[in-house]
């Protein structure tokens, strides 16, 4: 999301760059679509914002219409996140009273589990704000996919980021299981075995891991930019589908290309 890195940051080699209710139709369009696999270009930055640039908070606070806007509301509130100079926006009594009739939030973050890596921190946004669906290694199956797109065409959401981390512990369980060959407890090897075909071997080590996160976030991206309902919206300008990567070092967002 951020070009910038401090000197606390990872290595260059690892710095990333950024109801109504539905017709019958509609509803089957749903279900035959949640399918995929193709990506969507990115570039250096997730966006740009100005942690200094007063946004209006409450029940006025105008939502981004726009990936554009949507992005940069991100960064924004990812630098104040690690500067230390959250706003908490949108959690006032008159903002509690607005959402009891509806909700208008303008990004999806599908992202881990992880409890270090709350979107709604990481991004300094409140109620109302982000749709979020999380599971282990942002692995995705029906449910996933369902909530995902319910977001994008049912709510109109312009943005949806796939959001890795750094130190990931599902892709460290997947990576481990893969060079041992030892089976995982219960429902974990599910998850190891949806990580495992995006395992970086030409890397070893800490590296393999860190390079699979990365390469995790484009595979779950490129899969859901393949769906054919998100794709017609991309296609058209209304959505954008992205990968970013929290490291928790910096605390930082920086795309993931």
């Known amino acids: 999301m951020n070009s910038d890195r401090s000197a606390g940051s990872q290595p260059a080699s690892t710095a990333h760059k950024r109801f109504a209710l539905p017709s019958l139709a509609r509803r089957a369009l749903l279900r035959a679509g949640l399918t995929g696999a193709a990506a969507l270009g990115a570039t250096a930055a997730l966006g740009t914002g100005s942690a ?3 946004p209006t908070t409450g029940a006025s606070r105008r939502r ?82 369902g909530s995902v797109a319910y977001g994008v065409l049912e709510l109109d959401i312009p943005l949806v980021l796939v959001l890795g981390h750094q130190s990931c512990g599902a892709v460290k369980a997947a990576v481990a299981a893969d060079e041992s060959g030892e089976r995982l407890p219960a429902h974990i090897q599910y998850i190891a075995d ?27 991206r490129a899969r859901l930019a393949a769906e054919p309902d998100l794709a017609a919206k991309v296609a058209t300008g209304e959505l954008a ?7 928790l070092d910096t605390q930082r967002v920086h795309r993931v290309a």
């Open 52 to 54: 200094s640039a007063a």
């Open 194 to 220: 949806q990580i495992a075909p995006n395992i970086d071997h030409s890397k070893t080590g800490d590296a393999r891991v860190d390079s699979t996160i990365d390469a995790n976030v484009r595979a779950v």
């Open 64 to 145: 981004p219409s726009t990936p554009q806007e949507a992005l940069r509301e991100l960064a924004a509130g990812n630098r104040r996140w690690r500067t230390f100079r959250e706003r908490h926006p949108d959690e006032s009594p008159a903002v509690r009273q607005s959402l009891t009739t509806g909700q208008h939030p303008f990004a999806v973050v599908l992202g881990c589990i992880d409890s270090r890596v709350p979107p709604e921190l990481v991004f300094d946004q409140g109620l109302g704000d982000l749709m979020t669906v999380r599971s282990a290694g942002e692995v995705l199956d029906e449910a996933v996919l």
């Open 241 to 247: 589908i992205v990968g970013g990567r929290y490291d």
